[in-house]
């Protein structure tokens, strides 16, 4: 088993360790109640001027290309096996012999400091970068303790899920440096390994019309998730999911494969993406030039009917209903249900090694993209191109600072290159043997080489990969080209939003929320949904809060599609 697939397991357990999803949307609370907002959102002209310019890598050549998809989608490649000799992409060694600092958040056993590992990372990169991972459980209260003594250290990762929290808005430009006049337009050509970064990753590592974070885990085509079935127990009924072309299409094949004599039901929870059959808004669309809050949307209130009579149906498992989604993957392998809503990050290696471990036929395949009424053009909205992001503080000198931006560069390394092999598996022989499917990690390997530690500072754009399960790579990349035709960048995408404290209950909105939990569980009827939307919009600060979006983000910044 790879470190790739390590590192990509980590993305979406990161995700559940946060309670979010880890690509959402990068939203963040200003400290206090005031009207004035540190940190937020860029203009156009600013954004402009500020980004980097493109430059897409060559030095690999992947077995799968990317294929180019509505509204600037960009798939990521794909690799049957790791390439037998890795190339160099960084000719020179880049440091000039600097000491830093950086802190990185992991959930894992933390290694030895001064491990073989780190010794032969700080010699490639000419300089001593001395990493001290966090306990990712905690991290959330050690990052502000760092920043409220302003003791960060030179260079530190913070997800993007908990922006709020480390009020990352009122940080940039204070706490963390401007990398915008070293970065900024054709000047990051000095790094070409950061060049190669989709440039709506850079503009998620915004604030105030300055570059401030370097992204991590980048895609040009990240999706929230899809809905999966399982593939081989479609073909051994002979069952045909393309013919799945509407709602009521998918109903229909749950009838016939629910039998819950024999403890087989069709659907395990389905709500979250709906809004790829039926079309409603990640969170706002817009009409007539104003904002409309997705719950106000048609398509929400169609969606949530639907769910609440497949709730009744009989034909979701049990447990889903009854909200125990810990073991939602454990009844897709066992076959108890055959068809289940997941992030992206589901369908990979682990996936595929925990389903045959359960049932050696398992093969997890994905739905093509289908609207509610089967005429319809589906609709599948993209996250943040990234969702974690690096910084370098703000007390650097700009030698300092142009030290850090090449050994960034060294670690966003294409796939497979020499570079990238050092930094996700370490030194072969001692960290890693290389076998057919490419390096495996030793015992010392595992200890030592924490993915969670110098790709978490920078690493090269995503890449599909799956060493043991080459099918499942070939499968994913023929889906991702098909869905890439119905993808669409949503109001605000890419957009740091400094929302102030006074909205923040009406952002959240719980209680909307744990009612349209309770309707699609089949709990509560969709007319107790339309009372809470009510509720929400008034005395709730709902239309407080679409107001406040419509006059401080859209009619100043604009939309960001």
């Given at each position: 088993?790879?470190?790739?697939?390590?590192?990509?397991?980590?993305?979406?357990?990161?995700?559940?360790?946060a309670?979010?999803?880890?690509?959402?949307?990068?939203?963040?609370?200003?400290?206090?109640g005031?009207?004035?907002?540190?940190?937020?959102?860029?203009?156009?002209?600013?954004?402009?001027?500020?980004?980097?310019?493109?430059?897409?890598?060559?030095?690999?050549?992947?077995d799968?290309?990317?294929?180019?998809?509505a509204?600037?989608?960009?798939?990521?490649?794909?690799?049957?096996?790791?390439?037998?000799?890795?190339?160099?992409?960084?000719?020179?060694?880049?440091?000039?012999g600097?000491?830093?600092?950086?802190?990185t958040?992991?959930?894992?056993?933390?290694?030895?400091?001064?491990?073989?590992?780190?010794?032969?990372?700080?010699?490639?990169?000419?300089?001593?970068?001395?990493?001290k991972?966090?306990?990712?459980?905690?991290?959330?209260?050690?990052?502000?303790t760092l920043?409220?003594?302003?003791?960060?250290?030179?260079?530190?990762?913070l997800?993007g899920?908990?922006?709020?929290?480390?009020?990352?808005?009122?940080?940039?430009?204070?706490?963390?440096?401007?990398?915008?006049p070293?970065?900024?337009?054709?000047?990051?050509?000095?790094y070409?390994?950061?060049?190669?970064?989709?440039?709506?990753?850079?503009q998620?590592?915004?604030w105030?019309?300055?570059l401030?974070?370097?992204?991590?885990?980048?895609?040009?085509?990240?999706?929230?998730?899809?809905?999966?079935?399982?593939?081989?127990?479609?073909?051994?009924?002979?069952?045909?999911?393309?013919?799945?072309?509407?709602?009521?299409?998918?109903?229909?094949?749950g009838?016939?494969?629910?039998?819950?004599?024999?403890?087989?039901?069709a659907?395990?929870?389905?709500?979250?993406y709906?809004?790829q059959?039926?079309?409603?808004?990640?969170?706002?669309?817009?009409?007539?030039?104003?904002?409309?809050?997705?719950?106000?949307q048609?398509?929400?209130?169609?969606?949530?009917n639907?769910?609440?009579?497949?709730?009744?149906?009989?034909?979701?498992?049990?447990?889903a209903?009854?909200?125990?989604?810990?073991d939602?993957?454990?009844?897709?392998?066992?076959?108890?249900?055959?068809?289940?809503?997941?992030?992206?990050?589901?369908?990979?290696?682990?996936?595929?090694?925990?389903?045959?471990?359960?049932?050696?036929?398992?093969?997890?395949?994905?739905?093509?993209?289908?609207?509610?009424d089967g005429?319809?053009?589906p609709?599948?909205?993209m996250?943040?191109?990234s969702?974690?992001?690096?910084?370098?503080?703000?007390?650097?000198?700009?030698?300092?600072?142009?030290?850090?931006?090449?050994?960034?560069?060294?670690?966003?390394?294409?796939?497979?290159?020499?570079?990238?092999?050092?930094?996700?598996?370490?030194?072969?022989?001692?960290?890693?043997?290389?076998?057919?499917?490419?390096?495996?990690?030793?015992?010392?390997?595992?200890?030592?080489v924490?993915?969670?530690?110098?790709?978490?500072?920078?690493?090269?754009?995503?890449?599909?990969?799956?060493?043991?399960?080459?099918?499942?790579?070939?499968?994913?990349?023929?889906?991702?080209?098909?869905a890439?035709?119905?993808?669409?960048?949503?109001?605000?995408?890419?957009?740091?939003?400094?929302?102030?404290?006074?909205?923040?209950t009406?952002?959240?909105?719980?209680?909307?929320?744990?009612?349209?939990?309770?309707?699609y569980?089949?709990?509560?009827?969709?007319?107790?949904?339309?009372?809470?939307?009510?509720?929400?919009?008034?005395?709730?600060?709902?239309?407080?809060?679409?107001?406040?979006?419509?006059?401080?983000?859209?009619?100043?910044?604009?939309?960001?599609?």
């Amino acid at each position: 088993m790879s470190s790739e697939l390590n590192r990509r397991t980590f993305v979406t357990g990161a995700a559940a360790v946060a309670g979010t999803a880890a690509l959402a949307p990068l939203l963040a609370a200003c400290g206090g109640g005031g009207s004035k907002s540190h940190g937020g959102t860029n203009s156009k002209s600013g954004s402009a001027a500020a980004l980097p310019a493109y430059m897409p890598s060559s030095a690999v050549h992947p077995d799968i290309a990317s294929t180019s998809g509505a509204h600037d989608a960009l798939t990521d490649p794909g690799f049957l096996k790791y390439p037998a000799s890795p190339v160099k992409s960084v000719t020179e060694v880049p440091g000039a012999g600097g000491h830093y600092t950086a802190i990185t958040p992991l959930w894992a056993t933390v290694p030895a400091p001064g491990n073989a590992f780190y010794e032969a990372m700080n010699k490639a990169l000419g300089a001593t970068l001395t990493m001290k991972p966090g306990n990712g459980n905690t991290y959330n209260t050690t990052i502000p303790t760092l920043t409220a003594a302003r003791k960060l250290p030179d260079w530190v990762q913070l997800p993007g899920w908990w922006n709020p929290l480390f009020k990352v808005g009122e940080l940039a430009g204070t706490q963390l440096a401007d990398l915008t006049p070293y970065l900024a337009g054709d000047k990051i050509k000095k790094y070409p390994n950061l060049a190669a970064q989709p440039t709506g990753a850079w503009q998620a590592g915004m604030w105030q019309d300055k570059l401030y974070g370097i992204p991590t885990f980048a895609s040009g085509f990240a999706l929230p998730g899809q809905y999966y079935y399982r593939g081989d127990v479609f073909a051994s009924k002979g069952i045909n999911a393309s013919d799945v072309r509407s709602a009521d299409d998918l109903v229909s094949l749950g009838k016939e494969l629910t039998s819950a004599k024999a403890g087989v039901w069709a659907f395990d929870d389905v709500w979250q993406y709906t809004d790829q059959i039926f079309g409603y808004a990640q969170k706002f669309t817009i009409s007539g030039g104003k904002l409309m809050h997705k719950y106000e949307q048609p398509e929400f209130i169609e969606a949530l009917n639907w769910c609440y009579k497949l709730a009744k149906s009989g034909l979701m498992h049990p447990d889903a209903l009854a909200g125990n989604n810990n073991d939602a993957k454990t009844r897709f392998f066992a076959g108890k249900t055959l068809i289940v809503a997941d992030g992206q990050g589901a369908w990979n290696e682990a996936d595929a090694q925990s389903g045959t471990a359960a049932d050696k036929n398992y093969r997890r395949a994905s739905f093509t993209p289908f609207s509610a009424d089967g005429k319809a053009t589906p609709q599948l909205f993209m996250n943040p191109s990234s969702g974690m992001f690096s910084y370098l503080n703000a007390k650097l000198k700009p030698a300092q600072i142009e030290e850090c931006l090449r050994i960034a560069n060294y670690l966003a390394a294409p796939f497979g290159t020499a570079e990238y092999t050092l930094v996700n598996f370490g030194v072969e022989g001692v960290h890693y043997t290389r076998g057919a499917n490419g390096p495996t990690p030793t015992k010392a390997g595992q200890a030592q080489v924490q993915a969670q530690t110098f790709p978490f500072l920078a690493t090269a754009v995503n890449v599909i990969n799956n060493p043991d399960f080459p099918q499942l790579t070939q499968d994913r990349c023929v889906w991702n080209s098909e869905a890439a035709k119905y993808a669409y960048k949503p109001v605000f995408w890419n957009m740091n939003i400094t929302v102030p404290s006074r909205f923040a209950t009406a952002d959240a909105a719980q209680a909307v929320e744990d009612t349209i939990k309770d309707v699609y569980h089949g709990i509560k009827p969709v007319s107790a949904f339309q009372d809470a939307l009510s509720t929400w919009k008034g005395s709730g600060g709902g239309d407080r809060l679409v107001a406040w979006y419509q006059s401080t983000v859209l009619d100043k910044f604009g939309s960001g599609q």
